[in-house]
């Protein structure tokens, strides 16, 4: 008698395993990932943060097509710095909100870090020298 299931009249699915099911059928939006504005304003408007994001990367790759690279990978790097800054800061974020707010920001200042250093240092004249990474690239190549 303890493994029946009491039943209320109501007409719900009895699950025979604690596997997850096949099918599911929603997924739980990411803490956060509400409207940055309110629902009467258009889609641009409820997404600004992420569509500043993608303009700024944007706005490097076309400084890169247009033959400044330093300039357009730093501007890229600047902006995921910039998108994790937003995703610490606001509540709200729509669509740039993709995992846990920790997750978010830990991806975006690291590969925007990681992305901005890299331009720094890009041959020829780099623009800052650390010396170890010097050693960790003619131990690569050799």
Do not use: C, N
Not at 45 to 64: C, D, H, I, N, T
């Amino acid at each position: 008698m303890g493994a029946e299931a009491h039943s209320d009249g109501a007409s719900e699915p009895q699950r025979s395993s604690r596997r997850f099911p096949t099918l599911t059928r929603d997924t739980a939006r990411p803490e956060g990932g509400g409207r940055a504005a309110a629902g009467g304003y258009p889609a641009p408007a409820r997404q600004w943060p992420l569509l500043s994001v993608m303009g700024g990367v944007a706005a490097g790759l076309l400084l890169v097509a247009l033959d400044a690279f330093r300039i357009g990978v730093l501007v890229i790097g600047l902006s995921l710095l910039a998108g994790a800054v937003l995703r610490w800061a606001l509540p709200s974020v729509g669509m740039l909100a993709v995992r846990s707010r920790f997750t978010d920001m830990a991806t975006y200042g690291l590969l925007g870090f990681v992305i901005v250093m890299l331009s720094l240092m890009v041959q020829p004249k780099p623009w800052i020298h650390i010396p170890f990474l010097d050693d960790i690239v003619h131990f690569t190549v050799r």
